[in-house]
């Protein structure tokens, strides 16, 4: 044990934490000791989870200021819902077909990255920002006009950009269902995901996102990051590995957006706005940039937070954000770092050795 | 050092002490109705329907489901709607429209009493489902919701499953009711507004020739547009279509209107963006017949807009706050005691939801402490059944299919000289 490395430890308390969290919540929701509350969250949490760690990806390890995350997660859900529901004879067995559901998103998600990172990491700083937003906002507008439906014959797709067309132009046969209605967005979804699924998700996208970081494609992330211009000159294909981290990120996103489609019988695009990017870059944000586990613990607290404050009414919200604002001082305090060092003083050692 | 200590105690005590004020605001919510009513005394005493301050509804008299019993004990409704983010105007509307009929049902004294309790869902899918939970937690035996459309299609896949029994006030879409026997709407469905628009039209503009301009991105302006389109076929001679994002100018859709030369302009939306249509139609000297859906409820109080737009605008809503009889009076008096503003159409479907069920409850002699199930399976009975009918603020003698829809005729209101009229 001892003379294993301080990132790989941190990485294995990261895996044990999550699975121990798994393994109290499964044992406490088989005694029937949680609420119908606190069942509700535990799919999303696990969503969000998976999306925060993505996006530190990009943000905290590449760090490239994306803000159109979400879009990818909303490619992920639909076509997500699309594979499932079209698959629903050929795949009756409703876990295999969650796991297809999830591939098939993060695998659209992923060709999405790829296209959109062509022209968008040949920017830098404030332009990717603005450029980001903008796809996502490109995204959500096309699955807003996007018509799906699927009978005997197949899948069948309108595009209803001039807004003329509905459901009827997809001419579906007798049992033909419509799966992405516009506007309306995916209803009449058959429900698959559940928390174990959550949990297996957001152990696979920690294990390739600690794994990646680790290695030498992320060591040459970071060296991007640090300084381009010096990483270029050892000869570092810039392009290449800040898509590598795009793309993997836009596939994790897409996986986690499957899971979040399949997990309400209804689900329109507007859920992927720039509300939703932006509240996972502060899932990442509070987390704290490049800490996979503070993602982890940022996104689960942030995200039952404004649930579990429900209490206070008509104040939620208000309460929500002065807790945001308390923790970006607090952890931002010098004077409270040092206390934290005093108390634990083998802290202080590890923020010199990184 | 110190110092700085000493600030972040200050800041963190000052905190604790905002929480302290807010959870006393948090308990003094619950609405002033009687305290905890005993629901096991024998309801010797007399009948709550004595008239009064209910609404003209009707006993159903005689039927296949005779009142097993008399109706008493205090019943847990929750409510699910946005109370926050772009929506919470509805939410709010439609939240307070039950408060106020809980409130009178409460003074009324009678042996059914209510609890209401109302969670926000923002508008959002997977918040409506965690309100949704938090109220099953809560004991939640009826649902009032949800307000909006997305959220509810998901919240009622989950009330079918639990067996609870639900009536939204305003939640339209066909997709709501579809397949589940437990949901019932009061309001019309998005189609049959759409049906209605073009009936209306049909018979009183023959020969129009018919432009629609509607919300590409709203299930709502959707759905009736497409029912709207579907029936008039060739009259249309343009259709514009606008998101959330460009809802503030709209010169390009209503200068292709007048071009396209269309003497009427449907208008399948909530009355916001049709303030900014009726104001740039205005500044071009285009005048058209406007017609608007029930979401143009509403038009003649947005502030900062020159009601006079409105003069001759024609809505097509089951409720006006500018009606005389009795029941609106009151309702729209207490409405503005508590918000200071006229209530809409959200509000008076949200009232028009509780005394519903309570009608509903007294019919079929519930008790509070019967389980969920058997409630929702007796107000599932009692709502589709011939003899049940209601009253109240957005319309006469409705009734429900099995689909659960609501049957009520659609009002036509002209805007003339300020005021709703009939035409």
């Known amino acids: 044990m001892k003379n294993l490395k301080k990132t790989t430890k941190v990485d294995f308390a990261t895996y044990i934490g999550v699975t121990l969290a798994f393994l109290i919540v499964s044992v406490l929701q088989g005694r029937d000791m949680l609420t119908n509350a606190m069942a509700s969250w535990l799919v999303p949490v696990c969503c969000f989870i998976v999306m925060a760690v993505s996006l530190n990806l990009v943000v905290g390890i590449s760090g490239e200021l994306s803000l159109g995350h979400a879009g990818f997660m909303s490619i992920g859900a639909f076509s997500g819902i699309v594979a499932s529901m079209s698959l629903s004879e050929a795949i009756p067995l409703a876990p295999l077909r969650l796991a297809v559901a999830m591939v098939v998103g993060a695998a659209c998600a992923a060709v999405a990255g790829f296209l959109i990172g062509i022209p968008v990491l040949r920017l830098r700083g404030d332009y990717l920002a603005i450029v980001t937003l903008a796809f996502g906002q490109i995204i959500k507008d096309l699955i807003t006009c996007l018509l799906v439906g699927y009978d005997k014959r197949g899948l069948h797709f309108v595009f209803n950009l001039d807004g003329l067309r509905s459901v009827n132009d997809l001419h579906l046969e007798e049992g033909g269902v419509a799966i992405i209605k516009g506007a309306q967005g995916a209803v009449g979804v058959t429900k698959l995901a559940s928390f174990p699924a959550g949990y297996i998700l957001v152990m696979i996208a920690l294990v390739v996102v600690l794994n990646m970081i680790r290695s030498r494609t992320g060591r040459a992330i970071m060296a991007c990051r640090d300084n381009r211009i010096a990483a270029e000159s050892v000869g570092i294909n810039v392009t290449k590995y800040k898509m590598i981290a795009f793309v993997v990120s836009a596939a994790l996103a897409g996986a986690a957006g499957a899971l979040f489609g399949l997990s309400y019988s209804g689900l329109a695009s507007s859920r992927f706005d720039f509300n939703t990017s932006i509240m996972v870059l502060v899932y990442v944000v509070l987390g704290g940039l490049g800490n996979i586990w503070g993602s982890v613990i940022g996104a689960a607290v942030l995200y039952i937070l404004p649930e579990a404050l429900r209490e206070f009414a008509d104040y939620r919200m208000l309460i929500y954000a002065i807790v945001l604002i308390l923790v970006m001082l607090a952890t931002n305090n010098d004077q409270l770092k040092a206390l934290v060092g005093r108390i634990i003083p083998r802290r202080k050692e590890a923020e010199t050795n990184g | 050092m110190k110092k700085s200590i000493i600030r972040f105690l200050s800041l963190a005590l000052a905190l604790v002490m905002v929480l302290a004020l807010c959870a006393c605001g948090g308990e003094t919510q619950q609405g002033p109705g009687p305290a905890e009513n005993p629901n096991t005394e024998a309801p010797a005493t007399e009948p709550a329907d004595d008239g009064g301050n209910e609404p003209a509804g009707d006993e159903p008299s005689g039927g296949d489901n005779e009142p097993a019993g008399e109706a008493s004990g205090t019943f847990k409704l929750g409510g699910i709607g946005p109370m926050t983010g772009g929506a919470a105007q509805y939410g709010m509307a439609a939240m307070t429209g039950a408060q106020i009929a809980v409130d009178e049902i409460n003074a009324l004294g009678g042996p059914v009493q209510f609890e209401f309790k109302a969670e926000d869902d923002v508008n959002v899918t ?128 209503v200068a292709a209107a007048k071009d396209a030369g269309a003497d009427v302009v449907y208008l399948p939306m909530y009355y916001q963006p049709a303030t900014v249509i009726l104001n740039q139609a205005k500044a071009i000297g285009y005048a058209p017949t406007f017609i608007g859906v029930d979401g143009m409820d509403g038009i003649l109080d947005q502030e900062n807009f020159d009601a006079s737009l409105a003069e001759g605008v024609l809505v097509m809503s089951p409720f006006a706050a500018s009606s005389t009889d009795e029941l609106t009076v009151n309702f729209v008096a207490e409405y503005q005691k508590r918000m200071g503003q006229l209530p809409n159409q959200f509000a008076a479907d949200g009232y028009d939801c509780v005394y519903a069920i309570y009608n509903a409850i007294q019919a079929a002699g519930l008790t509070a402490d019967m389980s969920t199930a058997d ?32 049957t009520k005729l659609p009002m036509a209101f002209l805007i003339k000289d300020g005021v709703y009229t009939t035409p």
């Open chain 2, 126 to 253: 997977d918040t409506a489902i965690n309100a949704y939970g938090r109220l099953k937690d809560w004991g939640m035996q009826v649902l009032v919701g949800c307000v909006t459309t997305t959220p509810c299609i998901s919240v009622a896949q989950e009330a079918n499953t639990d067996r609870i029994f639900a009536l939204t006030p305003s939640a339209s879409s066909t997709d709501v009711t579809a397949g589940r026997d437990n949901m019932f709407q009061m309001c019309f469905t998005d189609p049959n507004q759409g049906l209605s628009g073009a009936e209306y039209i049909k018979t009183n503009f023959p020969d129009a020739k018919i432009a629609v301009i509607y919300k590409n991105d709203d299930a709502y302006s959707v759905g009736i547009r497409d029912a709207f389109a579907g029936q008039m076929g060739d009259s249309i001679v343009y259709e514009g279509t606008f998101t959330d994002d460009t809802q503030t100018d709209f010169s390009v859709q």
């Open chain 2, 375 to 406: 409630i929702c399976e007796a107000l599932i009975a009692t709502f589709t059944s011939d003899s049940f009918s209601y009253s109240g603020l957005t319309g006469q003698g409705m009734t429900w299919s099995t689909n659960g829809e609501v």
